[in-house]
């Protein structure tokens, strides 16, 4: 079975930190580019981070760039997500996508999905 799962959601405190984790299965992730994607009620997916499936190159949006870092292990077919100084406006629905590409913007651009991981900054 071709999917990918997301984990390591939660509810935080303003400025805490969360790491997510998305694990594939039934396909080679490592062929893939992965991005994050993430969906606030009311608002539109948006992505937020982006990791290529060759050198590693990384993209992070401006809206959480200094705080998130995306990174991958290719020998546990895994992405990460590490979430720091977290605040409200980051509470949303992440999901993790693959794609053959690099930093492909628009989400149907990706071939697989996870089922997303609900992140809530609160306190």
């Known amino acids: 079975q071709v999917q990918l799962v997301e984990s390591g959601g939660g509810l935080v405190q303003p400025g805490g930190s969360l790491k997510l984790s998305c694990a594939a299965s039934?396909?080679?992730?490592?062929?893939?580019?992965v991005a994050w994607f993430r969906q606030a009620p009311g608002k539109e997916r948006e992505g937020v981070s982006y990791?290529?499936?060759?050198?590693?190159?990384?993209y992070i949006a401006d809206s959480v760039k200094g705080r998130f870092t995306i990174s991958r292990d290719n020998a546990k077919s895994a992405v990460y997500l590490q979430m720091n100084s977290l605040k409200p406006e980051d509470t949303a629905v992440y999901y993790c996508a693959a794609a053959g590409d690099f930093l492909l913007l628009h989400d149907y651009e990706y071939d697989y999905w996870g089922q997303g991981t609900q992140v809530t900054v609160s306190s």
């Open positions: 990791i290529s499936n060759d050198d590693g190159s990384t």
């Open positions: 039934g396909f080679p992730l490592n062929y893939y580019a």
